[in-house]
């Protein structure tokens, strides 16, 4: 038996009741996996597992790897790799489910899903770049756990545990103050607040991840959100389709599908992730009247070319999830060796936009430091506005003359708003020197001009 059956096994003790057929003979074969597909990785690293307990999300959820020991048990680690971990999480805990343990590929060191859930010494060699709350949910928080930034929206906090602990995570300063789910008096100071405002319409439910709260709690405060007229959607913030796909459970949607616009806002980094099980989950939440929509942070070495992000959103659309949000790392102490230049991001939609379907193109967002808001990054398609006409080049660098309707620019070279008035463009400027791309001689980049 090798040394991770075993490792599963004890783990499972208690749990398997019966041995499915073949599993002896299977965990007696000491193979490397061909590949890192999760079948083999879960195969061999948790041998004895019934299906029916592996789609458990309590069995899922109770056997979470937290310590380096049970890592160490499972995977291959160096003797330095295991110290240096434990370093990490005394001050940034560990938790993977057997799930996401099982699609990462251990014999690649730069694995893209091994980033997101082991840690990295770089957690705290460089912890002392970046800030504990960026976004400054402290301060906003009107009351506790209630962060209301915008005019119509809150965002309510229920809970600091998550199944996975993604080592890029923004909250990574509530991991140090031990597991917590608001209580149901908290909870209640909270609905009160959106009671008063009768200006919200949009309540998110996030976390740490609200899908951890049994479905009877949960349950709980939809249902009383619910009560409360002008609250017209809610949102739940989870990653639970792609770290616990088996959370999705019939309980759950049929719970849900009672309480009218649901949406739910997920968490897929990279195509690998996009599994049966996840499959799966989505669905069953689609079927139960629930959107599912994504939202990926923007991970060096994981997700940060072009190739990665098409593949992730074609993946996405396949089981009907939309890309929303493409986030830039927030500058989080402990994230920086997983954060990318805002360029990155940029450059990613330019190689997008165009070349695939609109619907696979996320909008790649900051969220402000100091509680600014999310605001969207594009690349400029704009060259110039002159008077009527604006300049503007597509997806292959092929440059365009289009026109306002007559008579609504206003003589200054803007819109009447005046939002967009380019007051320091030299009208006087050769027409081609204005308008040649950067790039120069491609055949395609070429003035069109419409007579
Ligand atoms: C992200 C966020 C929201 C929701 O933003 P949308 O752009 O509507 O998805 C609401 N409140 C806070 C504090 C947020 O950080
Ligand atoms: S699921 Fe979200 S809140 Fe939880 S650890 Fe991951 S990024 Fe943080």
């Not at 160096?78 to 999480?89: D, G, N, S």
């Not at 014999?107 to 082991?118: E, H």
């Not at 959607?233 to 088996?246: A, E, H, N």
């Not at 402990?334 to 939609?349: A, D, F, K, Y």
Request: glycine content about 6%; some cysteine; overall charge negative.
């Amino acid at each position: 038996m090798t040394k991770s059956a075993m490792a599963a096994t004890s783990q499972a003790s208690g749990q398997v009741e019966e041995e499915p057929p073949g599993a002896a003979a299977r965990s007696e074969v000491d193979v490397e996996p061909p590949s890192s597909t999760a079948d083999s990785n879960r195969n061999r690293l948790f041998p004895h597992i019934p299906e029916e307990a592996w789609n458990d999300w309590r069995w899922q959820f109770r056997h979470r790897i937290h310590t380096v020991e049970e890592l160490a048990e499972l995977v291959p680690l160096t003797t330095r790799e295991q110290a240096q971990i434990k370093l990490v999480t005394t001050k940034y805990p560990l938790s993977v489910t057997p799930h996401y343990l099982s699609l990462i590929n251990f014999n690649d060191p730069d694995d893209p899903i091994r980033k997101q859930a082991i840690p990295s010494f770089q957690e705290i060699a460089l912890a002392d770049i970046g800030l504990e709350d960026p976004l400054a949910e402290e301060r906003d928080s009107v009351v506790p756990g209630l962060v209301h930034r915008y005019p119509d929206r809150v965002l309510m906090l229920l809970t600091n545990l998550c199944p996975m602990l993604c080592r890029h995570c923004t909250r990574k300063r509530e991991w140090q103050h031990g597991g917590w789910v608001r209580t149901p008096g908290e909870i209640e100071t909270m609905l009160d607040y959106i009671r008063r405002n009768t200006g919200i319409r949009d309540v998110i439910l996030s976390g740490g991840d609200p899908l951890t709260l049994s479905t009877h709690r949960l349950e709980w405060v939809i249902s009383r959100l619910r009560q409360i007229e002008h609250v017209e959607i809610i949102r739940i913030g989870t990653r639970c389709p792609v770290v616990l796909p088996q959370r999705i459970d019939d309980e759950l949607c049929d719970m849900l599908s009672k309480y009218g616009a649901i949406w739910l806002n997920t968490h897929f980094n990279h195509p690998r992730e996009v599994t049966p099980e996840s499959a799966l989950a989505c669905d069953r939440l689609l079927r139960c009247g629930v959107p599912v929509n994504n939202q990926s942070v923007l991970l060096r070495g994981v997700n940060d070319t072009v190739e990665t992000q098409t593949k992730l959103s074609h993946e996405l659309l396949k089981i009907k999830v939309r890309p929303y949000y493409l986030f830039q790392c927030d500058e989080v102490q402990g994230t920086e060796h997983l954060r990318t230049p805002v360029e990155t991001g940029i450059e990613i939609l330019e190689g997008m936009r165009g070349h695939t379907s609109g619907l696979a193109i996320p909008t790649f967002v900051i969220d402000l430091p100091q509680g600014g808001g999310k605001i969207p990054l594009q690349p400029n398609y704009v060259l110039a506005q002159l008077g009527e006409e604006w300049i503007l080049r597509n997806y292959q660098n092929r440059i365009f003359q289009y026109r306002n309707p007559r008579g609504l620019t206003s003589p200054t070279n803007g819109s009447k708003n005046g939002k967009r008035a380019s007051t320091h463009l030299d009208l006087s400027l050769d027409k081609n020197s204005v308008l040649a791309p950067a790039s120069g001689a491609r055949d395609e980049n070429r003035v069109i001009v419409r007579s």
